[in-house]
């Protein structure tokens, strides 16, 4: 499509130039018609006078309207070829057509002069409108953003390239101690401390100038009395109107008491941390006694009555409860922090689960539940910790017995999909509202006690199953259809491929007699630690504090000596160095006995000279497991 607007900026001689041809041009279309087109040849020459006037202007339609009257006139009215009109009604038609088409000129351009000056008008005009709207919210932006500047809580800095501070608003100035006139003649590196330079040169290169934003990062200020503070600021690039950078502007707010209270909250979780373990501590040390007493009483004949035998039932696995209540809690605290460690083992899977059947065996009878399961006839064997593993399913099928009404079905299944171990703990019970399954496996999580169960728990069981299994590289999935609908507990472990037989656990040795000397401060477990290694078969004293155990070793001559760490000053460790310090002392099997997990004392443990540690209250196995190495491998 043509521009008209470029054929009217043509220059003037160029314009009237068209008129000549154009006219040429309809007088030989025209003669090469004939006909009507000849007999009336002004009203195609005043329709091109009139589309020149529209499109190029109204002087060359003129001009062209004037040759068209005069090229008419000579080609085709007679006489032809001659400008002298002899017809009347021929010179009539000739005033008709030059009137008509001059006047038309005339008009077109007066209209077009009109229009064009209108719309020229309204341009201009709308220009300065969107002139002065555009200056209005520049000018509102920039009191938005002074207004900002100069109100806000945190600081706002801007620098130029060489890191040359060039404005600051009066927070910054409060926050670092300077005036704006001081800050001016300072760059933003001599307010940070050495250490971050780098770091923060790093985040310029790689963040800010390419990707024109540095994202949320923390670095710290020093003040003007010398004083460091963490800050936490965004900074982008400022651009001048070529779009090149020519500095850089930050949003910078001090972060010292969102800090303060960050330590705060640490030195909270180390106090509950600390809280644990003393709490663990201080029930294991009254648990070690009752176990032992509870584990001597349920010796073939020691109760005659049938009542007495339950009752005791009923203790043993309340005591059994506790314990597990107590590693729990230390284990939460250990997985935490970070500090549990795996034991990891090629093992049979089957195996872990019976050991997991017989442990929550106890609770599963107290029901009345039937535990059905199903085993695949293969091995399943996975890369883990034994123990830990048969905490995990313990645990759910300790839950599964809880949450279960009396007399349920407990199924446990497991099978090989792919290059994955599958278990399956499925119950009866009340089931999980659909609400609660994304929550289940989070600490402290428990599930509405209008259930009607009165024992929740602590909440912690179900966290330390998904935080075991993903230290292993597997994962628990919770299914439930809905409250009454019972639930499923699908466990996933990365099964090994290779097939290799597992070496078998050696028999443990029973009652293998030993002299064994019980240095405690806490009667009651010393006495007890007495009674249940005679039941092993051992020979035994019992010592009540550090001087009277080191005078036993003396005459008594033992082959092992348990050694409370928590006795009075001197304590456990002191009496252990005293004890190695002695001849008779230096061959001694010397064991740790405390109810501190491992983890926390094992570093001093070594260091004080003992040879193994035991948390309270001790597991009988432990114990025979004990007297059995030192059969194996006899000191002196």
């Known amino acids: 499509m043509m521009n008209f607007e470029g054929v009217r900026s043509w220059p003037a001689a160029a314009r009237y130039a068209v008129a000549a041809p154009a006219v040429a041009a309809t007088i030989a279309l025209c003669a090469l018609l004939g006909g009507a087109a000849a007999e009336r040849p002004f009203i195609p020459l005043f329709f091109t006078a009139l589309l020149l006037s529209v499109l190029v202007g109204a002087g060359p339609g003129l001009l062209a309207a004037v040759l068209g009257g005069l090229g008419g006139a000579y080609f085709f009215l007679p006489p032809i070829g001659s400008l002298a009109i002899a017809d009347p009604n021929d010179l009539f038609r000739l005033a008709v057509y030059a009137f008509a088409s001059c006047a038309t000129c005339l008009g077109v351009g007066w209209a077009s002069r009109r229009s064009r000056d209108a719309l020229e008008t309204a341009i201009t005009r709308t220009q300065r409108r969107l002139r002065e ?301 659909v609400e609660m399954l994304p929550q289940i496996f989070d600490y402290f999580t428990q599930v509405d006690r209008t259930l009607g169960r009165a024992k929740g728990g602590l909440g912690v069981g179900l966290a330390l199953v998904r935080r075991l299994l993903h230290l292993h590289g597997g994962s628990v999935e919770a299914r439930s259809a809905g409250v009454g609908c019972g639930s499923d507990f699908i466990v996933r472990l990365p099964a090994l491929t290779e097939s290799a037989s597992l070496p078998e656990t050696p028999a443990r040795p029973s009652r293998t007699p030993r002299r064994v000397l019980i240095i405690d401060d806490d009667a009651d477990v010393a006495d007890s630690f007495a009674e249940l290694l005679a039941d092993f078969g051992a020979t035994t004293s019992v010592a009540y504090c550090s001087d009277s155990g080191v005078s036993a070793l003396k005459t008594f001559r033992p082959e092992l000596v348990l050694l409370d760490l928590g006795m009075p000053p001197p304590d456990g460790f002191e009496t252990a160095r005293r004890i190695r310090a002695l001849p008779e002392g230096r061959d001694v099997a010397l064991v740790a006995l405390s109810g501190w997990g491992k983890a926390q004392v094992q570093a001093r443990v070594r260091d004080a000279g003992f040879d193994g540690h035991l948390t309270k209250p001790a597991e009988l196995a432990a114990l025979s497991d004990l007297l059995g190495s030192l059969q194996a491998a006899p000191r002196g």
């Open 133 to 433: 709207e555009a200056n209005e919210t520049l000018r509102e932006s920039e009191e938005r953003y002074r207004l900002l500047f100069e109100t806000s809580r945190d600081g706002i800095v801007t620098v130029d390239l060489r890191g040359t501070i060039q404005d600051a608003n009066p927070a910054f100035q409060e926050m670092l101690g300077f005036s704006l006139e001081e800050l001016r003649t300072r760059t933003y590196q001599e307010l940070t401390p050495a250490r971050w330079h780098a770091w923060e040169d790093a985040i310029l290169r790689e963040r800010i100038i390419p990707f024109a934003d540095s994202g949320e990062y923390e670095k710290e200020y020093v003040h003007r009395n010398g004083t460091v503070f963490p800050v936490s600021l965004r900074a982008w690039p400022v651009y001048d109107g070529k779009k090149d950078i020519i500095g850089f502007r930050a949003f910078v707010r001090d972060i010292t008491e969102r800090k303060r209270a960050e330590e705060a909250l640490k030195a909270a979780d180390r106090r509950k941390d600390e809280f644990l373990a003393t709490l663990a501590h201080e029930l294991r040390n009254p648990l070690a006694p009752i176990r032992n007493s509870v584990h001597l009483l349920k010796q073939e004949g020691a109760l005659a009555r049938e009542r007495d035998r339950k009752l005791l039932a009923i203790a043993d696995r309340q005591v059994q409860h506790l314990i597990r209540l107590v590693n729990d809690l230390l284990d939460f605290s250990r997985i935490s922090r970070g500090k549990i460690e795996l034991k990891r083992d090629r093992i049979d899977l089957l195996s872990v689960l019976r050991h997991a059947i017989e442990t929550a065996q106890p609770a599963i009878q107290a029901g009345g539940h039937r535990l059905e399961t199903s085993f695949t006839d293969d091995a399943v064997t996975v890369d883990g910790d034994p123990v830990r593993l048969a905490q995990v399913f313990t645990n759910l099928l300790d839950n599964a017995a809880k949450y279960t009404e009396q007399g349920g079905r407990i199924t446990l299944s497991v099978e090989r999909s792919g290059d994955e171990a599958v278990v399956s703990v499925r119950d009866s019970g009340v089931g999980i509202p």
